[in-house]
């Protein structure tokens, strides 16, 4: 049986709505200096990694949905991996950021993925996460669909994954995207700039 996001890959850009890609740009500090690499952990289509391609020098795209990655593929300059972000196939400290778009919700061990997200991202580098904010009225109507239609999401309100992040010794924030969204993200310290401090 195709999987729900294998079924949805050719509409998923029209139905879906476009990410801020300016206001993704600052909290991510993008352009960044020097050779970047950037990993969009469920990223899908590349419907982000398209719009953000141009400020980073390489882009990964990882998602385990063969149909999203056909999207991904058609869009220059994305490298596209077939990959449960549960189990990342990257060495440690590979990417310079970490991006996760209205993704984390559809992980099945989203413990598992933090750990994983944290552990490919270098040191000094920062992980973003956007996800839907359940405590909106409109996002708990999104999850109820996502329940009928056998989808297995799970959502996470923000204080959930600032704690996970707090669990493994991260200092997370929190802003608000808009009314239906968050962003939760950290940095990961960099032994140099502790030895400098």
Do not use: N
């Not at 850009?13 to 990410?19: A, G, H, K, L, Q």
Request: with cysteine.
């Amino acid at each position: 049986m195709p999987d729900h996001f294998d079924v949805l890959a050719p509409l998923y850009e029209r139905v879906i709505r476009p990410p801020d890609i300016d206001a993704l740009c600052s909290v991510l500090r993008l352009p960044s200096r020097g050779e970047c690499w950037l990993l969009d952990a469920g990223g899908g289509t590349g419907r982000v990694a398209a719009q953000l391609r141009a400020h980073v020098g390489h882009y990964v795209v990882a998602d385990q949905a063969h149909g999203m990655l056909r999207q991904t593929a058609l869009k220059d300059g994305l490298l596209p991996v077939r990959a449960r972000v549960q189990r990342l196939p990257f060495a440690d400290a590979t990417f310079h950021r970490v991006v996760v778009v209205d993704a984390l919700h559809h992980f099945g061990d989203q413990e598992g993925a933090i750990d994983e997200l944290l552990r490919v991202l270098r040191p000094g580098g920062r992980l973003l996460i956007e996800e839907p904010d359940i405590r909106s009225w409109r996002v708990k109507l999104i999850a109820l669909a996502e329940r009928l239609a056998l989808m297995q999401s799970q959502f996470w309100p923000p204080e959930r994954i600032t704690a996970a992040l707090r669990a493994r010794g991260y200092h997370p924030w929190v802003r608000r995207r808009d009314a239906m969204a968050v962003w939760v993200g950290v940095d990961k310290p960099s032994p140099h700039l502790a030895e400098l401090a």
